[in-house]
């Protein structure tokens, strides 16, 4: 069992931030890609950012390249999403999300957390 936790979300003006955390459990996640996936309502949703907990290599939406940071702790078993300069637009649901195949830039992740809102009002 792979079990995904977020927190973080909330409600923030555009231009502020927020830092999202996806705390991992069950699974030994050396080599997964560990990534964040977002859904605003009425639209599908879409990948925004990933990285390699072995190698720290890391992949963007270019909606959000200059703005949001990924990173991990391997110790922790947790990954985070600094979000910073938000606009309305990044409004949606978080997901973190974990592949074990590793790969950054083409996730399929079978592992999914709940999810955590994030609002930004203009």
């Known amino acids: 069992q792979v079990q995904l936790v977020e927190s973080g979300g909330g409600l923030v003006q555009a231009g502020g931030s927020l830092r999202l955390s996806c705390a991992a459990s069950?699974?030994?996640?050396?080599?997964?890609?560990m990534g964040w996936f977002r859904q605003a309502p009425g639209k599908e949703r879409e990948f925004v950012a990933a990285i390699n907990w072995n190698n720290g290599y890391t992949s963007y939406a270019d909606s959000v390249k200059g703005r949001f940071t990924i990173s991990r702790d391997n110790a922790k078993n947790t990954v985070y999403l600094q979000m910073n300069s938000l606009k309305p637009e990044d409004t949606a649901v978080y997901y973190c999300?974990?592949?074990?195949?590793?790969?950054?830039?083409?996730?399929?992740?079978?592992?999914w957390g709940q999810g955590t809102q994030v609002t930004v009002s203009s």
């Open positions: 069950g699974r030994t996640f050396s080599s997964y890609a």
């Open positions: 999300a974990a592949d074990p195949r590793g790969i950054v830039t083409k996730m399929i992740p079978p592992y």
